[in-house]
Antibody, heavy 121, light 113 residues
Framework: EVQLLESGGGLVQPGGSLRLSCEAS????????MSWVRQAPGKGLEWVSV????????YYADSVRGRFTVSRDNSKNTLYLQMYSLRAEDTAIYYC??????????????WGQGTLVTVSS | DIVMTQSPDSLAVSLGERATINCKSS????????????LAWYQQKPGQPPKLLIY???TRESGVPDRFSGSGSGTDFTLTISSLQAEDVAIYYC?????????FGPGTKVDIK
């Protein structure tokens, strides 16, 4: 059974940093592209970032490029999202998701329950 | 960036009736080399993460009831729920994964009439 467990969310001041983790199990983690998607309170889904399974290429939404870094540790079956220079508009539930493919071009097949990041003074 | 739009914003359908949601991309998401449309549909119920329903525009994810179907190509896509059930009340999102950023549509809320 595929399981994705996010952690690391919490309250952080504007300008602060946070690192999210997503521990994966039930599949060959290194093989698949993994994504981060966020959802601000009461809003729709916003794609944030993806790291490919085939070659670890990364892509980012314009709103986070240069501030967020996605990475993976295949030995720990864990996906990370390092977030810097956080803004109030980064407040959201952050979901990690496993794609259907090793390339970055795939639907998001399994999702974690999410971790809440709140940016506020 | 590819902009995804959905219509309607919301709809209310009687139990057992058909629900149709439209999704349009600002540029084609059809990859000519493999003739695949890089388009997915998701269902999200309150307090839950999204659930993948359809990928490659028309391939139903395993375990998804066959009353859900996806169609379309290029820039225009449709999600159809052939006979609405009470458990289908949710927000439905389309998403393109043709080119980064892999944008979502704004969502369509489906309710029971």
């Amino acid at each position: 059974e595929v399981q994705l467990l996010e952690s690391g969310g919490g309250l952080v001041q504007p300008g602060g940093s946070l690192r999210l983790s997503c521990e994966a199990s039930g599949f060959t983690f290194s093989t698949y592209a993994m994504s981060w998607v966020r959802q601000a309170p009461g809003k729709g889904l916003e794609w944030v970032s993806v790291i490919c399974g085939s070659d670890d290429t990364t892509y980012y939404a314009d709103s986070v490029r240069g501030r967020f870094t996605v990475s993976r540790d295949n030995s720990k079956n864990t996906l990370y999202l390092q977030m810097y220079s956080l803004r109030a508009e980064d407040t959201a539930i952050y979901y990690c998701a496993k794609t259907t493919s090793s390339t970055c071009n795939g639907g998001m097949q399994y999702w974690g329950q999410g971790t809440l990041v709140t940016v506020s003074s | 960036d590819i902009v995804m739009t959905q219509s309607p914003d919301s709809l209310a359908v009687s139990l057992g009736e058909r629900a149709t949601i439209n999704c349009k991309s600002s540029q084609s998401v059809l990859y000519s080399s493999n003739n695949k449309n890089y388009l997915a549909w998701y269902q999200q119920k309150p307090g839950q993460p999204p659930k993948l329903l359809i990928y490659w525009a028309s391939t139903r994810e395993s375990g998804v009831p066959d009353r859900f179907s996806g169609s379309g190509s290029g820039t225009d896509f449709t999600l159809t729920i052939s006979s609405l059930q009470a458990e289908d009340v949710a927000i439905y999102y389309c998403q393109q994964y043709y080119s980064s950023p892999f944008t979502f549509g704004p969502g369509t809320k489906v309710d029971i009439k």
